[in-house]
């Protein structure tokens, strides 16, 4: 089995990457278990944050790694709060948690009729921390924000995320589910066929 660091500090994200790469037979250490700290992620699009976290995690371990940049993006928003999703609610001063993004999301959507949004993972795999052909895949899922919250499931924006083909939010779906229909569950199956047709896995 290859082993890659997964560069990221994300429980929810962790979860949902060991469950599919099991079945594909790497084995994935999170970035946490070696010691590598948080990387900056100053970068206005999520390839770029995405490199910069995987390349980040490569060099502190010497390991391929693959990071995961991912975030909501609401039309009526302007694409908000898309690369800024983890801290939206700390850049207006409020503090760094799901909760707190979910009520600066909602009530800035109070009073909006277009309730359309799109969850964008972007992955990177690298090789090594200069690696000169990283593998890039991207993901997206289309849903609606609703202003109740439901579900227990997931993390982030789930509970608010609701798919109308499914009539559930994210935070409703059994993990299995979400892996079958998520951004990042798309980016991720896109990647491993990248890299197999590479010969890496
Ligand atoms: O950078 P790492 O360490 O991977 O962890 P992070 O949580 O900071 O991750 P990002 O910088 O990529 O920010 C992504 C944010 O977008 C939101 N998000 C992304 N994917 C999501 C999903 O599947 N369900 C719910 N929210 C999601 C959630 O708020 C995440 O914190
Ligand atoms: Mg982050």
Not at 169 to 185: D, F, G, I, V, Y
């Amino acid at each position: 089995m290859t082993k890659v660091v997964l560069a990221s500090n994300n429980a929810g994200k962790l979860r949902e990457f060991s469950a599919i790469l099991s079945e594909a037979g790497l084995e994935m250490v999170p970035q946490g278990a070696l010691g590598v700290p948080e990387a900056e992620e100053p970068h206005p699009t999520f390839l770029e944050n995405a490199l910069a976290k995987a390349r980040h995690a490569s060099r502190l371990t010497g390991l391929p790694a693959l990071a995961d940049d991912s975030g909501l993006c609401v039309r009526a928003l302007g694409g908000r709060p898309g690369v800024h999703s983890a801290r939206y609610a700390a850049l207006a001063g409020g503090e760094k948690s799901d909760a707190a993004n979910n009520r600066r999301l909602v009530g800035e959507l109070a009073s909006v009729q277009d309730r359309r949004a799109g969850y964008v993972a972007v992955l990177v795999y690298v090789e090594s921390a200069d690696d000169p052909r990283p593998i890039v895949a991207e993901g997206y899922w289309e849903g609606e924000i609703i202003g109740e919250p439901r579900g227990g499931n997931g993390f982030g924006y789930d509970p608010h995320f609701y798919i109308p083909a499914l009539g559930k939010t994210a935070a409703e779906l059994a993990p299995a589910q979400k892996n079958a229909h998520s951004h990042r569950a798309m980016a991720l199956q896109s990647l491993l066929r990248a890299l197999r047709a590479r010969g890496g896995a």
